[in-house]
Every structure is written in structure tokens, then in C-alpha cells.
């Protein structure tokens, strides 16, 4: 049964207050000062103490102190007519659980003091304490349930970039291919050497990020690649057809103005304005030596340098494609034409590149298989082509399943010729 020590210097209210306290089965025991109230203590463990502030002999305030420094503490409630608030906020910070004015409506407070017992093994804490934990627990609860809708918020937003991100790969690979396929339909009428416009795309991927271009710029970069020659198709086949070298000073003439033709019909096509402008400078020569317009340097556009860099380097070894010494020839000629041709800080970077990529092409070993017995998985070493001259498959390849049986279809058992596992 929970004990009561009521400490009031009134009679009438020590007699009232312990009156209502026995009557909901409270054991009670008054003292009428502080100094009656340590006398008490002393003899018997008290789990409440309800004590006045004004009182002769000791007041409450000495008596709170001496409670509260006590080893195991009772709880302590003050019970008075003042009602100062800078006594009361004191009253609470030296660990006073309630300040309860006089008169006193016994009924409230009395269950307010069932309560307390029953929190009696429970941390103490101030009414102040009491506000604080339960508006940071509201707290708690409003930021958990923020962080959960913040968390659902951001997952739905993750999963709409996701498929945007999806979607715009999906363009980009529609929008590729079809470029693709128009320039493999120029490359069937004769404008250049079967898959060349693939391989200088091939190349430009690669040095592009090596270069710092990427996302959107790269994209246009690779489009102006596979269609850096698109100009050629309306020069006659009489100038098509012939070596740069042995066309009449008219036909060089006509001849270099492909770019621009080029330019001007991409120009007629939304998109990227840096694709025109590739088209149009990627014959440029970095001494000032090309054509349409002598530009040298740097006011050549760095997509034209990279274009001009790889065209040269797939020309250069499409020419000597039976050397032996391949890869060191197409060193010489970089270091070579360093400075005149291309632009010498590109070739520092190709030719750091192409270390890696001689290495691999030396070691690797090619064998002849024919068509019906091609494998899903195996990469096709040269460019593959139908007896029409259409392009099957670009060098570097690798053939899926969905391509075996159009390439069985075309080639019968014609020989291909495949990377050797």
C-alpha cells in the first residue's frame, strides 16, 4: 500500500488532505513543519511526500532540498498558496514533480497521485520533462511517418528516371540504328568501302569519352560519324570512283565540297546543330591543308578532329590490311601525321588507347566457319556481306541467336571468318 507523508503547517488542510487520501486506501502520516517531516523520514520510507512551502520552524523549500538529495528520493509534490511562476519553474528544476495551488479540488488530485504511484519505478521527470518527451515523441512520429512518405515519394521518382532513362536508351538505340541503316544503304550504292562509316563510329565511341565527350554531344558525335561522307552520294561516279589522287583540278574542286553538301542536307533535318558542324569541318587537315575551308587548330571543332583522326586511322589500315605489322604501321603513321593531318593532342590519346587495342588484335587468332555452323557468341573478324555486296555484320561483331538463321538464310555454308576461341 503506497505511503503518504503530508507536511503542512495548517491544520485543516493536513487533516483534509490526509482525510482524502486514507478514503482511495492510501497509508498517511502528517508532520505540521520540514523539521517534523525529516523526523519521520527517519524512521519510515515514505514513496510520496506532499509538503507546504511556508511553514515555521523549516519551509518547504529547505525540506525539498533535503529530500531531493536523498539517495533513493520520495516522490514530492508541492501543495501551496503561492503561486509565483519563478518559484514554481524552480520548484521543477530541483525535481518537484507538481506545483498544486491552494485551495485544492481533492478529487483530481488525488487520481493524479494514483498515477504518480503506479510510475513510481519509472524515470522522474519535471511536468516541463513530461511536455518535452511527449511533444518529441510526436515528433518522432510526424518525422517517421515524413521519412516514410519521402521514402515512397523518392522511390517513385527513382523508378520514373529509371524507365526515362530506359526509354531514352531505347531512342537513342532506334535513332542509331536507323542512321546505321542509311548509312549501310550509302555504303551498298558505292559511296565508300563496305562498313567503313561503322568503323569510324566504332572508333569515335571510343575516343569521344577519352576526350571528355559524352552523353548527348557523344551521340551526335557518333551520328556525324556514320554519315560524315552522306555528300558523296550526289557527286558523279565518274569523281566517286575515283583515287583523291587522280581527279582533274574540277573534279577536286567538286569533290571537296561533299562536306558542305553534307552539312546542308543534315541542316535540313531537326537535331543537334553540332552534327552540321562536324559534317561540314571533318576533312579539315590541323596545318590548314583540308578542305572546304583551310581551317586549322583549334578552330576546328573538336567532333571534327576526332572524326577527322578516325577516318584517318580506318583508311589507313583499311590500305595495308595484309601487312603483318599492321598495328606498328598505323603507330608510324599516327606519330607522322601528327601535327599535319590530326591534331596532336588526339593522337597522343589514340595512340595511348591503341596500345591495349594492338595488343588484343595481335594476340588474337582468327579461323574460317561456315555459315551453318556459326555459334551464338562467336565475333566475326572482318565485315560480313552477302553475295549482293549487302552488309551482314560489321567487323568486331558478336552474333546473337536472333541472327543465325538470317545469316544461314543468306550464306549457306559460306566460309566466315571468325575470332578462334
Known amino acids: 500500500m503506497p505511503h503518504v507523508l503530508v507536511v503542512d503547517d495548517e491544520r485543516a488542510v493536513l487533516s483534509a488532505t490526509i482525510r482524502a487520501l486514507e478514503e482511495e486506501g492510501f497509508l498517511c502520516q502528517g508532520a505540521l513543519n520540514g523539521a517534523e517531516a525529516l523526523q519521520a523520514i527517519e524512521t519510515t520510507r515514505f514513496d510520496l511526500v506532499i509538503t507546504d512551502l511556508l511553514m515555521p520552524v523549516m519551509h518547504g523549500h529547505a525540506l525539498v532540498t533535503k529530500l531531493i538529495e536523498m539517495s533513493d528520493p520520495p516522490l514530492v509534490i508541492v501543495l501551496s498558496a503561492v503561486a509565483d511562476r519563478r518559484v514554481v519553474m524552480d520548484l521543477f528544476s530541483r525535481g518537484v514533480l507538481?506545483?498544486?495551488?491552494?485551495?485544492?479540488?481533492?478529487?483530481?488530485?488525488?487520481?493524479?497521485?494514483?498515477?504518480?504511484?503506479?510510475?513510481?519505478?519509472?524515470?522522474?521527470?519535471?511536468?516541463?520533462?513530461?511536455?518535452?518527451?511527449?511533444?518529441s515523441r510526436q515528433i518522432g512520429e510526424v518525422t517517421a511517418n515524413l521519412q516514410e512518405q519521402l521514402k515512397t515519394i523518392s522511390s517513385n521518382f527513382q523508378s520514373t528516371i529509371d524507365t526515362l532513362k530506359k526509354q531514352e536508351a531505347e531512342l537513342e538505340d532506334s535513332y542509331l540504328g536507323s542512321v546505321r541503316l542509311l548509312a549501310n544503304l550509302f555504303e551498298q550504292a558505292g559511296v565508300n568501302e563496305g562498313s567503313h562509316a561503322g568503323r569510324v563510329e566504332a572508333i569515335v565511341s571510343e575516343l569521344g569519352p577519352l576526350c571528355g565527350i559524352e552523353g548527348l554531344p557523344l551521340r551526335s558525335l557518333k551520328v556525324a560519324a556514320l554519315l560524315h561522307e552522306i555528300g558523296q552520294f550526289g557527286l558523279p561516279d565518274s569523281i566517286r570512283h575515283k583515287p583523291p589522287w587522280e581527279l582533274t583540278p574540277v573534279?577536286?574542286?567538286?569533290?571537296?565540297?561533299?562536306?558542305?553538301?553534307?552539312?546542308?542536307?543534315?541542316?535540313?533535318?531537326?537535331?543537334?546543330?553540332?552534327?552540321?558542324?562536324?559534317?561540314?569541318?571533318?576533312?579539315?587537315?590541323?596545318?590548314?591543308?583540308?578542305?572546304?575551308?583551310?581551317?586549322?587548330?583549334?578552330?576546328?571543332?573538336?567532333?571534327?578532329?576526332?572524326?577527322?583522326?578516325?577516318?584517318?586511322?580506318?583508311?589507313?589500315?583499311?590500305?595495308?590490311?595484309?601487312?603483318?605489322?599492321?598495328?606498328?604501321?598505323?603507330?608510324?603513321?599516327?606519330?607522322?601525321?601528327?601535327?599535319?593531318?590530326?591534331?596532336?593532342?588526339?593522337?597522343?590519346?589514340?595512340?595511348?588507347?591503341?596500345?591495349?587495342?594492338?595488343?588484343?588484335?595481335?594476340?588474337?587468332?582468327?579461323?574460317?566457319?561456315?555459315?551453318?555452323?556459326?555459334?551464338?557468341?562467336?565475333?566475326?573478324?572482318?565485315?560480313?556481306?552477302?553475295?549482293?555486296?549487302?552488309?551482314?555484320?560489321?567487323?568486331?561483331?558478336?552474333?546473337?541467336?536472333?541472327?543465325?538463321?538470317?545469316?544461314?538464310?543468306?550464306?549457306?555454308?559460306?566460309?566466315?571468318?571468325?575470332?578462334?576461341?
Do not use: W
Not at 485544492?104 to 520533462?129: H, S
Not at 567532333?303 to 589500315?317: H, K, N, P, S, W
Open 251 to 421: 573534279e577536286r574542286a567538286a569533290y571537296e565540297r561533299y562536306p558542305v553538301i553534307s552539312a546542308t542536307l543534315l541542316s535540313q533535318v531537326p537535331g543537334p546543330e553540332a552534327i552540321v558542324e562536324f559534317l561540314e569541318s571533318h576533312a579539315e587537315n590541323h596545318d590548314g591543308s583540308g578542305f572546304p575551308d583551310g581551317k586549322e587548330g583549334h578552330k576546328i571543332p573538336l567532333g571534327a578532329r576526332i572524326i577527322r583522326l578516325a577516318d584517318g586511322i580506318d583508311t589507313f589500315r583499311m590500305g595495308h590490311r595484309e601487312s603483318k605489322t599492321l598495328a606498328h604501321e598505323t603507330r608510324i603513321h599516327l606519330r607522322e601525321s601528327s601535327g599535319t593531318l590530326y591534331d596532336p593532342n588526339l593522337v597522343e590519346i589514340a595512340l595511348r588507347h591503341l596500345e591495349s587495342l594492338i595488343v588484343e588484335q595481335e594476340r588474337e587468332r582468327t579461323m574460317h566457319t561456315p555459315a551453318s555452323q556459326l555459334r551464338a557468341g562467336q565475333k566475326l573478324a572482318e565485315d560480313l556481306m552477302d553475295s549482293s555486296g549487302l552488309l551482314l555484320g560489321r567487323r568486331g561483331m558478336q552474333v546473337t541467336e536472333n541472327m543465325l538463321p538470317r545469316l544461314r538464310k543468306a550464306l549457306g555454308n559460306t566460309p566466315v571468318l571468325v575470332v578462334a576461341p
Open 98 to 135: 507538481d506545483v498544486v495551488s491552494k485551495p485544492v479540488d481533492y478529487g483530481p488530485f488525488v487520481a493524479k497521485i494514483k498515477n504518480l504511484i503506479a510510475m513510481r519505478g519509472r524515470p522522474q521527470e519535471t511536468p516541463d520533462e513530461e511536455v518535452a518527451v511527449r511533444v
